[in-house]
Every structure is written in C-alpha cells, then in structure tokens.
C-alpha cells in the first residue's frame, strides 16, 4: 500500500481517540493528483462554457458556523449562498452545519476515506489539505483562481498549496494571545504586562484577591495546547516545533520541557478555575465575559464575542490584547506570535466531472472572497482578512478599540509560527491534545514524561512517512 494512502486511512484509525476534540481553532486555518498523472481532479478546465440548463439541482455546503458566537459568520455565508443560486440556474444549496472539531477530526476523514465529501466543506489547511491533495480528493483551483483574477490577491496560500497547486482558499487570518479585563487591571492601577515577570507577578495577585488569574477549560486539548503552545515556542524558539517532523529538535529537549513545566507551575499554583478538565470551550468564554477569570488565551476570532448582540456585549470597551512577553534565557525571536491562515474552505474534486457544478464553486469563490466580504469579517466577527487589502481601507473599517489593540499587537510581532497541528503528524497531534496535556494538568505525567512520550510517537511517525 502507497505510504500516502497509509497516512489518509492512518487519520480515519485515530478517529475514535478524538471523540474529546483537539487542535483547532479556533479559530485559525489547506488537489488533486501527484504530476504526470491524467485524472479529471487534476485537469478540471476553468474555461467552461456556462451551463444552460435550469433543471433543478443540488448541492451542499458543509460549514462550522455554528453557536450562538458564530452567528455573525453563518449570516455572511447564507448571504453568499443566495448570490450563489441567483447566479447558477437550478442550484439549491444544502447548508450542513457541524462543530468544527468533529467535522475535522471525524466526518471530514471518514467522507475522504469513503471517497463521498460534501462538493464544498470547511477544510484545514497543513496538513490536511496537502494530505486529501495527494490522494487526487480535492479540486485544483488555480486555473479557476486565475480565471477570476483572484491568485495574487491572498496573502498566504502555503497551507492549502500542494506541488505548486491551489485546493482550498483560508477565509481568515488569526493570532493567539492574551484577552484581558481592562477594568479589573484598572482597578489595579495596572497596564498590559511588558515582562514576563510582570505577567507572573499579576497572575499571583489575581490569584491572592480571590479571582481566578485564567480561563481554563481542557475537555478539548486544544484549548489549553494554544496558550501551552505559544508557552514551548517563548522557550525553544518560535521555529522549534517546524523541527519535529525533520528530527532538528525533540519533543524531549530542555527547552520544550521548560515550556511544559512553566504550564505545569501554573496549574499547580491554581491560575487555572478548577475542574478545568470537564469544561468544554463554551465555559472558557463565560468565565471571561463573566469576569470571574480576569485573563483568558485565545485566538484572535474571539474579539466577536465583545460585539453588539454576542454573548460579550456587556463588555464592549473592557477588553484588551496583549502577546506573551518574553522569557528569560528565551530561544529565537520573543515577539513571536502564533498566526496562521488554516482556517478555509476546500472542494470535492468530482466537482470537476460537472459543468454546473464547478459554475457554482466559480460563483462560490467570486462571491465569498473578495474585499467586500473579507472587510465583513473583520468588522462584524473579527476574523483578520485572509486577502491582501489597503491599509488605509483597513484603518478606516477598523472602529473599535479592541480589534485596534489586536493589530497593533500584530504589527509589533516582528515574525510568527504555525500552530503545532499544522506542523506535526495526526498522531502527534493526537497523543498530546488526547493525552498527553490532560495527563499533565491532572497530575498523571511530569514535563519529562510528556517530552518522551511525544518524541516516541513523534519518531514512530517520522518513520512512516520516510
């Protein structure tokens, strides 16, 4: 069996150890056949005559604009859907609405593995997209993308690119950081913490005047891995964790433990609310727009929540943003912050079979991106544009003092990485977000443990992809 086939049925083996969720979101966040290789997926013609025929069809769209805080998401994907049918004779779109964890981790993988996904679905970037590309399951978009004018004006296609080809297109960008209770901090006489020290300094203080310092909520992995994440790449450099896979670093080397026992030092000093572990992310919100958490680590999507009409509104002009300072002794570049563009959307390639179809996915893209609906994003959900756009356009939509912080702290990050499920292999990811960091917030596993741990899976899995 093909070693690239070995790893799609390898994501749908895991399948059931991620019923608790892992990686994602966020957030946050990437064909079809590998050259020389003549397939309808890989050939797909953008110059297509435009279908004639009104006969009614149907189509669906498998999205993750679900929740009441996605609300604002899910009305700018309805309203790009009824373009979409006033455009393409026939067509009524099915609108298939699923968490954004089980549609990654679970549907998605099983739909690729059976060979019958959605015709357009929610698709994470690295290494999903790269993954379905080389098994010829995704559409090449670059012709359509040429064709509508539209390759050049992303400013970031690597996670969704495959041997020089386009399958899937980010919606948006996102960084990681800390939301604060400027209230609280002013209550303090405090500011936005500029050393590390300060940082640990403060959460001592909350934690001594009765407040819980951070959000905590661990049912998923993936929600504590953000800020765990950002905590490993202070320590071992912003690039370590590309360095995995490769073999140039260890889950196991010094630095990468410092990181984990930094977070372990917060646990145990009781940072986080307590029973942290049965709390799903939706709690993690609450305890912040509750102010009973005065600092939460999240994506920078979360600025929606502190909108008019969302779960956050009674703290509008309350809420900061701030990166993590730099740690002492630090590998690499302190400004570093976590941002990528893996959160996007992706086409079956059997699209290409169907002249009326690949009409809908044209109108799709022309309708969803373009600067109309990126400067939407923005301001209505906080989703950082994934196209590249004006800065005076962005400055003049910009009207909120939150989402102002949150560039300015953007700006001032002199580089950035990818998150950790991007860079390393489905069983990685699945060890430590499944595993390995609950394991360590309940006290079963040690910082050194955890670093061996991963790196035995972490070698097992570089050797099957060799």
């Given amino acids: 069996m093909k070693k690239s086939l070995t790893l799609l049925l390898s994501l749908i083996f895991v399948t059931t150890a991620l019923l608790t969720g892992c990686g994602g979101n966020n957030n946050n966040t990437p064909n079809n056949t590998a050259e020389g290789t003549d397939t309808p997926a890989a050939t797909n013609a953008a110059v297509t005559e435009e279908p004639v025929s009104s006969e009614p069809f149907e189509m669906t769209i498998r999205h ?27 067509l009524t779109f099915k609108l298939d609405g699923v968490d954004s964890d089980v549609n990654r981790k679970e ?22 997209s790269k993954i379905y590309a080389k098994e010829s399951k995704l559409l090449d978009l670059t012709p359509i993308l040429e064709e509508l004018g539209i390759k050049d004006k992303f400013s970031n296609l690597d996670p969704f690119t495959y041997e020089g080809k386009i399958y899937g297109l980010p919606i948006g960008g996102s960084g990681e950081g800390f939301f604060y209770n400027k209230e609280y901090y002013t209550s303090k006489g405090w500011k936005a913490p500029t050393t590390f020290a300060e940082l640990e300094k403060q959460l001592a203080d909350i934690k001594a005047d009765g407040k819980v ?18 905590l490993w790449s202070r320590y071992a450099g912003p690039d370590v964790t590309a360095k995995f896979s490769t073999g140039e670093a260890k889950w196991s080397d010094a630095n990468v433990v410092k990181g984990f026992s930094k977070y372990k030092e917060w646990i145990d000093k009781g940072y986080f609310k307590k029973g942290e572990l049965g709390f799903e992310y939706a709690e993690y919100t609450t305890q912040f727009t509750s102010a009973e958490a005065i600092l939460m680590y999240d994506g920078t999507w979360k600025s929606s929540v502190f909108k008019a009409g969302q779960s956050g509104e009674g703290m509008i002009g309350k809420v900061g943003f701030f990166n993590i300072p730099a740690v002492e002794g630090g590998v690499g570049d302190q400004t570093a912050l976590m ?6 959307y992706g086409f ?30 923005l301001v209505e959900d906080g989703v950082l544009p994934a196209m590249k756009i004006d800065q005076n356009v962005l400055n003049e939509n910009i009207t909120d003092d939150l989402m102002s912080e949150i560039v300015a702290v953007l700006n001032n990050s002199k580089s950035s990485f990818p998150a950790f499920d991007s860079l390393v292999q489905a069983d990685v990811t699945t060890e430590i977000s499944n595993i390995q960091i609950q394991s360590l917030i309940g006290g079963q596993t040690t910082p050194e443990k955890m670093g061996a741990a991963l790196q035995k899976v972490q070698e097992e899995a570089n050797v099957a992809v060799e």
């Fill in 348 to 377: 079956s390639a059997s699209v290409a079979d169907d002249e009326r179809q690949l009409a809908a996915v044209k109108s799709f893209i022309k309708n969803l991106f373009n600067e109309e609906m990126q400067l939407r994003g």
């Fill in 339 to 344: 941002r990528d563009v893996n959160n996007g």
């Fill in 64 to 90: 993750t604009q679900v929740g009441a805080d996605k609300q604002k998401r899910l009305a700018i994907l309805e309203d790009v859907v009824g373009k979409v049918q006033a455009d393409v004779p026939g």
């Fill in 107 to 128: 549907k998605l993988r099983g739909e690729m593995a059976a060979g019958n996904p959605p015709e357009i679905f929610d698709l994470f970037g690295s290494p999903d």
């Fill in 213 to 230: 310092p951070l959000a905590g909520a661990s049912k998923a992995g993936w929600v504590p891995l953000m800020l765990a994440n950002h």
